[in-house]
């Protein structure tokens, strides 16, 4: 499987890895189908493991590399990590200041963005597509970094770190869907929309991987500004929502799972 995929051009094997991705996505939003509801403590559970998994791949198939291929640069190796991770989670801070949306758990007065009349549900909706960006990106870019031949950089690597994304979507399609019917949506619209949630991630993979295919140069800057948005989403959105319970041991061991489940994959593929 790996042989066939590395023979595929990069922006094919980006449009891949992102379209499984959004297909746990539309799996996990296919919850609703079976219930109604969602225990507060599974759903933080969930969190958790999705915060654990994005800080894994961070820094295991985002940052790491960034820093390795760095060194055949001129600039102190640190610098293009640096600058990559912070402009990342600038572009996060940005489009969380204009894009309208709505945290889980929130009323709509405290809806973030620019002032909207938008229902209640589709802010919902928007919260999560928004913190799909940075995930599809970073899948993409993993791909488009292997194509460009650095040790570092490997298609099973970038399997990994598609799996792993993929993994957490599926309970992040469940915590869109399921929201959504209890706001009295169909089981069939709200499955759509949590799916729909996930379509951003196939659009920003094969943009990354272009990317850094025709613009070689910014490979590491593009890997760690993958990072710094996916950190971004998780201490601005994944933490403080798996704790709004207030059982921090559920979203707590979530994260430790999570973070132990990428580590391994992309230790043991990568």
Do not use: C
């Not at 790996?2 to 799996?27: D, H, K, R, Y």
């Not at 802010?123 to 570092?152: K, Q, R, Y």
């Not at 089981?187 to 094969?206: C, H, N, T």
């Not at 490979?219 to 201490?235: K, R, S, T, W």
């Amino acid at each position: 499987m790996i042989e066939w995929l590395s023979t595929l051009n990069p922006v094919i094997q980006a449009l891949m890895g992102t379209l499984f991705t959004w297909f746990l996505t539309a799996l996990g939003a296919g919850a609703v189908f079976t219930f109604k509801t969602i225990n507060r403590r599974l759903l933080d559970t969930m969190l958790g493991f999705a915060a654990g998994v994005m800080i894994a791949a961070s820094f295991w198939s985002l940052l790491a590399p960034a820093i390795e291929m760095s060194e055949e640069g001129s600039l102190p190796r640190w610098v293009p990590a640096l600058v990559g991770f912070l402009v990342g989670g600038a572009f996060l801070w940005g489009t969380d200041k204009l894009l309208p949306h709505l945290h889980m758990g929130m009323p709509t007065s405290e809806a973030e963005g620019v002032k909207t009349s938008w229902e209640r549900s589709i802010l919902l909706i928007l919260a999560i597509t928004l913190h799909n960006i940075p995930e599809g990106l970073a899948v993409g870019v993993a791909f488009g970094a292997a194509a460009a031949d650095f040790p570092s950089a490997s298609i099973t690597g970038a399997v990994a770190l598609a799996i792993g994304i993929g993994l957490q979507n599926f309970p992040e399609g469940a915590a869109v869907s399921i929201p959504l019917r209890r706001e009295g949506w169909t089981r069939l619209k709200s499955f759509w929309y949590g799916q729909m949630s996930g379509m951003v991630e196939p659009i920003a993979g094969v943009l990354g991987a272009a990317a850094v295919l025709f613009i070689r140069p910014i490979l590491p800057y593009a890997l760690a500004f993958a990072a710094g948005a996916m950190i971004y989403v998780v201490v601005e959105e994944l933490i403080p929502e798996s704790q709004m319970s207030r059982d921090v041991h559920s979203s707590t061991i979530g994260a430790m799972l999570g973070f132990a489940v990428m580590m391994t994959l992309d230790v043991a593929l990568g």
